[in-house]
């Protein structure tokens, strides 16, 4: 069984910055594209990042240069360096693992991330 642990959610203002963290339970952590995912009250969970094993990045545009995914293969973990954070960047944050075949589909357990304006 697969699972997600994330960390680093928490309360920031405006501005400010915070870096997510994502533990995975795989044992072969290089055959997973890993991203981040958010979810806003009232609204719909939507992409934030991707990242695949070997480095390749994906980010939806409203986070373009603000924030960062990586990822560490050895320690099987992923992460998200968020800065300029603004109030509209609030929402749980999830950490999500796919399978480049798709056998596979895991999610984490989501980190809340609030902004104050």
């Known amino acids: 069984q697969v699972q997600l642990m994330e960390s680093g959610g928490g309360l920031v203002q405006a501005g400010g910055s915070l870096r997510l963290s994502c533990a995975a339970s795989v044992s072969i952590f290089s055959i997973y594209v890993a991203g981040w995912y958010r979810q806003a009250p009232g609204k719909q969970r939507e992409l934030v990042a991707t990242?695949?094993?070997?480095?390749?990045?994906t980010y939806t545009n409203s986070v373009k240069g603000r924030f960062t995914i990586s990822r560490d293969n050895a320690k099987n973990s992923v992460y998200l360096q968020m800065n300029s954070l603004k109030a509209e960047d609030t929402a749980v944050y999830y950490c999500n693992l796919l399978r480049i075949d798709r056998k596979g589909n895991y999610w984490g357990q989501g980190t809340q991330v609030t902004v104050s304006s």
């Open positions: 990242i695949t094993s070997g480095g390749s990045t």
